[in-house]
């Protein structure tokens, strides 16, 4: 479909069925959004030889994962001060990369975003939500709570300021999903609306573009 033939700048994020496949229990129908997850597959395949043929001169591709490596490492330590909580850097690199690669092929042609359903950046931001609280218990135990007690506080202000905290703390889930969620509804529908403008000028007002 050209984009001169788009209905809505909102295509780019529907599910488009390609074969129904049902049984009584499940759905094993074929989507763009499963033809979608099969192409990650390259990036998959390439991490893995990657870092199956690593050297001690390293070569391009190798210099290039080192140095996304040590950039994400750095805004780590920015972050986080605690020396214990590097032991979860490999699932923050991670989760970091498949995000970037989410967005990143987005950008195909007849792709799907992803990262445009709400649905996908709650199950990430819920799932370290959730996550974080229960290592968060079974290493400290009920001190875990403190982190809602700020010090050299009024006692007139504590409860009030301890409500915000709670509060603030327990939104932050569906404010970091909202946001990833509204950037690229809102950058993709920007691009489809400035792409089927430039589209129908080329059409009707050649000499304009």
């Not at 290592?135 to 007690?149: C, H, M, P, T």
């Amino acid at each position: 479909m050209s984009l001169i033939h788009a209905f809505s700048p909102l295509e780019h994020f529907e599910l488009n069925y390609y074969t129904y496949i049902y049984n009584a229990f499940y759905d094993f129908s074929i989507t763009s959004s499963f033809i979608f997850l099969l192409s990650m597959l390259f990036f998959l395949v390439y991490f893995a030889l990657l870092l199956s043929n690593t050297t001690v001169v390293p070569g391009f591709s190798q210099l290039v994962l080192e140095n996304i490596f040590i950039f994400v490492l750095s805004i780590f330590k920015q972050q986080v001060q605690s020396v214990r909580a590097l032991r979860f850097f490999p699932l923050m690199f991670t989760l970091f990369i498949y995000i970037f690669l989410l967005n990143f092929t987005s950008l195909y042609v007849y792709g799907s975003s992803l990262t445009g359903h709400i649905m996908v950046t709650m199950f990430f931001s819920f799932g370290i939500f959730f996550s974080l609280i229960i290592i968060g218990f079974l290493n400290y135990g009920l001190k875990f709570l403190s982190l809602f007690v700020p010090q050299n506080v009024p006692n007139v202000l504590l409860d009030f300021i301890i409500i915000i905290e709670i509060f603030s703390f327990a939104i932050r889930p569906f404010s970091l999903s909202i946001r990833l969620f509204a950037n690229m509804l809102a950058g993709h529908t920007l691009m489809g609306i400035f792409a089927k403008f430039t589209a129908y000028v080329i059409k009707n007002f050649f000499i304009f573009f």
